[in-house]
């Protein structure tokens, strides 16, 4: 089985560090990934995106055309590539920063989440991104929740370890708003 995803939002956000994590966490489950960022000359505030591929076999290309789901932090990163997901796919979009709700694609699952008010509640404003990575695991059960907790591990800088168990909480959070 394949899995494309596309995160995408501000720089800033977290949006390339929810792809490698997607990513890591499939290579800890022995699947094949691919991760391929894409961001403008501005770091932060200004656009950012990255295509994450998760398979079975080996995977012939990074770009992704038709995700089967986005994680998108902003309201033109939803507008952007809200249309392109499959049906059958899944949407996670920051409600917190996309206020009106957009018109779901057919036969795609739209799925709000509060990202900047639950990382707050957390603790730590800059966890939003891993309430939205936690919900579309939760959603989309494209990796384990364990594996990407794992990845953390491997993909954070040692100098940032300590922020860890308040990633994890942060995962647990978002994941937990699928099980109702």
């Known amino acids: 089985m394949t899995h494309e995803m596309v995160c995408a939002g501000f720089g800033g956000q977290g949006v390339m560090l929810i792809g490698q994590l997607l990513a890591y966490g499939g290579m800890l489950e022995g699947k094949e990934v691919t991760w391929f960022p894409s961001y403008g000359p501005e770091m932060r505030g200004g656009t950012a995106n990255c295509s994450v591929v998760i398979s079975d076999q080996p995977v012939g290309s990074p770009i992704v055309a038709e995700p089967d789901g986005l994680i998108a932090m902003n309201g033109p990163s939803l507008m952007r590539f809200k249309g392109v997901v499959k049906p059958g796919g899944v949407i996670v979009y920051n409600a917190s920063l996309i206020e009106e709700l957009p018109e779901q694609p057919a036969g795609v699952r739209l799925f709000a989440v509060a990202t900047n008010e639950?990382?707050?509640?957390?603790?730590?404003?800059?966890?939003?991104?891993?309430?939205?990575?936690?919900?579309?695991?939760?959603?989309?059960?494209?990796?384990?929740?364990a594996s990407v907790e794992a990845a953390l591990e491997k993909v954070l800088p040692e100098r940032r370890h300590h922020l860890i168990p308040l990633n994890i909480s942060a995962l647990r959070r978002g994941w937990a708003l699928t099980e109702g």
């Open 118 to 145: 639950l990382a707050q509640e957390i603790g730590n404003d800059k966890v939003g991104n891993m309430v939205a990575l936690g919900a579309f695991l939760g959603l989309s059960k494209v990796v384990g929740l």
